[in-house]
Nanobody, 127 residues
Framework: VQLQASGGGLVQAGGSLRPSCEGT????????VGWYHQAPGAERKMVAT???????DYAESVKGRFTISRENAKNTVYLQINKLEPEDTANYYC??????????????????????WGQGTQVTVSS
């Protein structure tokens, strides 16, 4: 599966963006998908996860502002980001893979590690 992320941009604090990620070249609907972000000099961190049946999970720092969704008919996953903060500035990556464990802490089925990654889309929030 190849993943192509798009929809990042430069916005003012308080604004919204909806990056998207399209999967091609394989079955998308049976995979857990995730969004990660990585700020300069920082490690990549999970922000949102969605399973094939629509269960979702979010990092504590984004709950209430970020919403993950998917359209399997379009092989696409979205990340609605509202009330953007300068701290949200990062490169946003999508990932997909079959789940192989149940994360009892986060209460979601997910891959131990994702093997399919998109190239990232930059989100920059000005104050």
């Amino acid at each position: 599966v190849q993943l192509q992320a798009s929809g990042g941009g430069l916005v003012q604090a308080g604004g919204s963006l909806r990056p998207s990620c399209e999967g091609t070249g394989g079955i998308f609907s049976d995979k857990t998908v995730g969004w990660y972000h990585q700020a300069p000099g920082a490690e990549r961190k999970m922000v949102a996860t969605m399973t094939s049946d629509g269960s979702s999970d979010y990092a504590e720092s984004v709950k209430g502002r970020f919403t993950i969704s998917r359209e399997n008919a379009k092989n696409t996953v979205y990340l609605q980001i509202n009330k953007l903060e300068p701290e949200d500035t990062a490169n946003y990556y999508c990932a997909a893979d079959l789940p192989d464990l149940y994360d009892m802490c986060r209460m979601i089925r997910r891959p131990l590690r994702y093997n399919y990654w998109g190239q990232g889309t930059q989100v920059t929030v000005s104050s």
